[in-house]
């Protein structure tokens, strides 16, 4: 359990400084000096610092995709086969992942990159299929004149790219919650997606 906490403290003392300074510019010396310990005592923890990366960036991988999991059965019991419930859904569960470890998840957005070639492409084929699940729905409300007539993948990397500025600007202090937040992105995507003139 204490290798568990630890392991966690230096992970989250990690997102907090890949996030502020970015990963390159972030040292083991660095994380070490803000836990406290001495930079050679974290290599009992964690192997390398791309390590470190890795598990914050697939642990957020996996809370961004289980959150549209959730979303995407939520949407289908409340209005079954309705594409735009589903985007609303899917934009809303993004955003509750991004606000609710602003850390974590702009490390996510930012710095996965400097991963690895390998871990890389791990990353970007889960990034594929969970941007798929936008095309998937914006593809079926075209198709059924719910949306505009438009290429699916640029508009759900559009969507997505838009909705990831949060990671830059989100202050849980801010002027508003993260909820009514949530609100404008739904109505901002679903508005940029309509078919209504």
Known sequence: MVEVSRRQAIEDVASDLFRER???????????RALSVQGASLYAHVTSKEDVLW?????????????????EGEAERRRPG??????AALVR??????TGDVDESGVFVREWRSLGPERRSAVLAR??????????HIHAGIALGTFEMT???IAASALLSAINGLASWYDPKGRLPAG????????LSLRMLSSES
């Open 93 to 98: 569960a993004h955003v509750e992942v991004l």
């Open 180 to 187: 009514r937040i949530a609100d404008h992105l739904v109505d």
């Open 151 to 153: 290429d699916p993948a």
């Open 127 to 136: 990034r594929d299929a969970y941007e798929a699940r936008f095309r998937r």
């Open 55 to 71: 598990a914050i960036v697939d642990r957020a991988a996996s809370r961004f995709e289980a959150a549209a999991e959730r979303a």
């Open 82 to 87: 309705d594409p735009a419930e589903a985007v």
């Open 22 to 32: 970015g990963y390159a510019a972030t040292s083991i010396r660095d994380i070490a």
